[in-house]
DNA sequence: AACAATTATATTGTGTACAATTTAAATGAA
DNA sequence: TTCATTTAAATTGTACACAATATAATTGTT
């Protein structure tokens, strides 16, 4: 009955250890995220692009949960860095198509390695790293529902 | 065997996941915290300092994973809100001891209410959010120990 | 058609994160 | 004791996050 307490302690605040871990993840992949040139943020945007080629600022905000404020100067040193180009559609002026280049689609060959050489580096399973996924993905659920009301 | 194929998605990284849970619990907080004029590494700060009452930078770093680039001037903002004070140890000139002023002790009382508030909204039992904690110590630990070697 | 409302990005401003470096104090070995 | 080493904070510089606002294009209503 925690919660019914006066007082809930650093280490019971469940928010605090998701921020705490991935955190520490961050930590797990910045020195393969160096050996490319990419920060973890800007390696999310890849992993989209990689897989479709192509999208819109407002597609890749939803899907990693980032609004304009943060992806638009993100993607433009990723156009500087010559990873994605940036493109205004002709059918609809409002919108900024981003596609991967050449160079950005090139680094998915040095990047596939790197899920496996965490999950090695932190000595688990499998099946764990995808059971807590499944448990996570449906805590993410539940809070995105709460504060749609 | 996912971590084996050529191309792990999106969202089967576990790091996205807790990522992207946990921004969306600071967006929870934020209502609440917004109320107490704080922001959520300063409310985790408060929280340690509601516990021992007094802490140092080097402490407090260790307890949130956070390093002085990130709290001196957080604590600097903290103190020019009244909450706590720095002071530098007269034993040893190198510590600055962090102390909770009476209205950031004061804080305490109408911050007690939002753990429970929050457990409301998502509609997860208490049990649930325990054992997924559990779940995510456990993986912190593991990072942790990973990123020793 | 005219114009209010909506939508997609961009911009501005504040507050983290964190690597790298600096500074000053304390510790330890010769 | 003397000086190299270590340690605790602070500083510098870059990159997110995100609220709030601005801008320009599109849509919906009358």
């Given at each position: 009955?925690?919660?019914?307490?006066?007082?809930?302690?650093?280490?019971?605040?469940?928010?605090?250890?998701?921020?705490?871990?991935?955190?520490?993840?961050?930590r797990l992949y910045r020195p393969f995220l160096?050996?490319?040139?990419?920060?973890?943020?800007?390696?999310?945007?890849?992993?989209?692009?990689?897989?479709?080629?192509?999208?819109?600022?407002?597609?890749?905000?939803?899907?990693?949960?980032?609004?304009?404020?943060?992806?638009?100067?993100?993607?433009?040193?990723?156009?500087a860095a010559g990873l994605v180009e940036r493109?205004?559609?002709?059918?609809?002026?409002?919108?900024?198509?981003?596609?991967?280049?050449?160079?950005?689609?090139?680094?998915?060959?040095?990047?596939?390695?790197?899920?496996?050489?965490?999950?090695?580096?932190?000595?688990?399973?499998?099946?764990?790293?995808?059971?807590?996924?499944?448990?996570?993905?449906?805590?993410?659920?539940?809070?995105?529902?709460?504060?749609?009301?």
């Amino acid at each position: 009955m925690k919660y019914e307490d006066e007082f809930v302690k650093l280490e019971d605040h469940l928010c605090f250890s998701l921020y705490a871990c991935s955190r520490a993840i961050f930590r797990l992949y910045r020195p393969f995220l160096d050996e490319l040139n990419l920060t973890y943020p800007q390696y999310l945007v890849l992993l989209v692009l990689w897989e479709r080629k192509q999208s819109t600022v407002k597609e890749l905000g939803e899907l990693l949960g980032l609004d304009s404020g943060t992806l638009t100067p993100m993607l433009k040193r990723m156009e500087a860095a010559g990873l994605v180009e940036r493109k205004r559609s002709a059918e609809d002026e409002r919108v900024v198509m981003i596609t991967i280049t050449e160079e950005g689609n090139h680094l998915k060959e040095k990047a596939v390695c790197i899920p496996r050489s965490l999950l090695e580096s932190t000595g688990m399973t499998e099946e764990e790293v995808i059971t807590i996924n499944n448990v996570i993905k449906k805590l993410l659920h539940n809070v995105n529902t709460a504060s749609m009301k």
